[in-house]
């Protein structure tokens, strides 16, 4: 009966995301005049919902000050919204610091960084190895990071409390994006920095929400790929702890094209970024996919008035 359940889930979840968001505007149409003047930015975000809450956040505070903002909502995955902007259909997206340096570290051919690189190491590799034309702002006090986690009742049958209790525990399987296949933390990371042979990936793409809670409460995984700042509810899971630091600190930062993006636009996405908080990310993922049901637009909103 749960598989039942999860699987219309899913299939419900995939529905609703088969749209073109490259040509589907969530705002206002720009005008010829704003268009020349730099007046008009177009904002991407990735397919999962906290991207798509900053993304409102800096078009509220952008808006508020008289720029033309349109947002292109649920483009994908890194690899597709990245194409999108380097394209120029995109001017903004709002990035993780130590995932972007990974996927342009990888791209470029550079020796990746170590495990535990600081978050300075983090920026400096960053920012040599962006490609021509695209730019980072201010990076948030606020990170979102990929993390590990387990049912309790896994943690205590196997007495886990940190991914190296997981050595040599065959048949894993781990529910994630499709694309942490190809992440330096994926199954090849696990196996390589923790030993843990032949981890099997469950592809969901939800970002580590309901579906992916599901697949762990309901068999489908035994572990799962579900952000720090993703809200699990009245789900009983355990985080194991990362103590070789196969993730990297993942600081929120808005990722540019150079060109399309002014001074003034600058200076008020760095001022709006520096107030996004880990606890502030918490609080409007679980508003939004909570009970309250809160739009992305009206907790944008409300945090540009409060902050």
Not at 54 to 72: H, K, N, P, S
Not at 137 to 150: L, N, Q, T, W, Y
Not at 234 to 245: C, G, H, S
């Amino acid at each position: 009966m749960k598989k039942t359940i999860f699987c219309a889930l899913a299939a419900l979840f995939l529905a609703a995301c088969v749209h073109d968001p490259l040509n589907t505007p969530t705002s206002s149409d720009s005008t010829n005049t704003t268009v020349q003047n730099g007046k008009h930015i177009t904002i991407g975000t990735a397919n999962f919902p906290e991207s798509e809450i900053i993304g409102q956040i800096w078009a509220v505070a952008l808006e508020q000050e008289g720029f033309d903002v349109e947002v292109r909502s649920g483009i994908g995955s890194r690899e597709a919204y990245l194409r999108a902007l380097q394209e120029g259909t995109i001017d903004l997206v709002p990035e993780y610091s130590g995932n972007l340096a990974q996927y342009y570290i990888k791209e470029s051919g550079q020796p990746e960084l170590p495990l535990g690189a600081s978050n300075k190491e983090v920026l400096d590799a960053l920012n040599r190895v962006l490609p021509a034309g695209l730019s980072t702002g201010k990076i948030a006090p606020g990170e979102s990071k990929d993390a590990f986690r387990v049912t309790r009742e896994f943690a205590e049958q196997h007495h886990l409390v940190t991914l190296e209790d997981l050595k040599d525990m065959e048949g894993l399987r781990l529910a994630g994006n499709p694309e942490l296949k190809d992440r330096p933390y994926g199954p090849k990371g696990l196996e390589e920095v923790y030993n843990i042979p032949a981890v099997e990936l469950v592809p969901i793409s939800d970002g580590g929400g309901p579906l992916t809670i599901a697949a762990l409460n309901d068999g489908a995984a035994e572990l799962a790929d579900i952000y720090t700042t993703s809200p699990t509810f009245d789900a009983d899971l355990v985080t194991l702890e990362d103590n070789k630091n196969l993730v990297l600190p993942q600081h929120i930062l808005p990722l540019m094209r150079g060109k399309a993006i002014n001074s003034e636009a600058r200076d008020i996405l760095n001022s709006v970024t520096e107030r996004l908080t880990t606890e502030a990310l918490k609080e409007m993922n679980a508003r939004n996919v909570g009970d309250e049901k809160k739009e992305p637009r009206a907790l944008a909103t409300e945090f540009v008035q409060q902050n």
